[in-house]
């Protein structure tokens, strides 16, 4: 297997990760409830870690303030369990696709970008 070299790698990698996202019994709910425009969706979060991992200065959002508004939207229904849910994907997914340091790289950052969402959309509770 080879590492995440490049944005049509990563772009396969999101793109195989939320489809099982979509299915997913524990998480999908959130996902196929709010996303009215997937292509976008996906083309956004190909941003994001493309920026993520290769620092390039793509992505505009906030990913803090969405995931606070969607908590708002499931009257504070977003638990932790939920991003355990979301990474164990995401490390599968990686898993299935690709081995090398920018894999890595990828699982620790969405370890930390989940813990850190997960604090802030507490914090926003109250």
């Known amino acids: 297997m080879n590492d995440i070299k490049n944005r049509e790698d990563i772009h396969l990698l999101v793109t ?22 997937w292509e976008e969706h996906l083309e956004k ?14 992505f505009k959002g906030n990913p803090a303030k969405a995931h606070i508004k969607l908590d708002h939207t499931y009257h504070k229904g977003i638990q932790m369990e939920h991003f355990g849910f979301w990474i164990n994907l995401w490390f599968e997914t990686i898993d299935s696709l690709f081995e090398g340091e920018n894999a890595n790289r990828a699982k620790h950052n969405a370890r930390k970008m989940a813990s850190h969402l997960y604090l802030t959309i507490f914090d926003a509770r109250g």
């Open 45 to 58: 979060l190909t941003d994001f870690w493309e920026s993520n991992l290769f620092f390039k200065a793509k």
């Open 16 to 37: 195989t990760f939320y489809s099982e996202v979509k299915e997913s019994k524990e998480i999908g709910h959130f996902f196929n409830e709010t996303i009215t425009h």
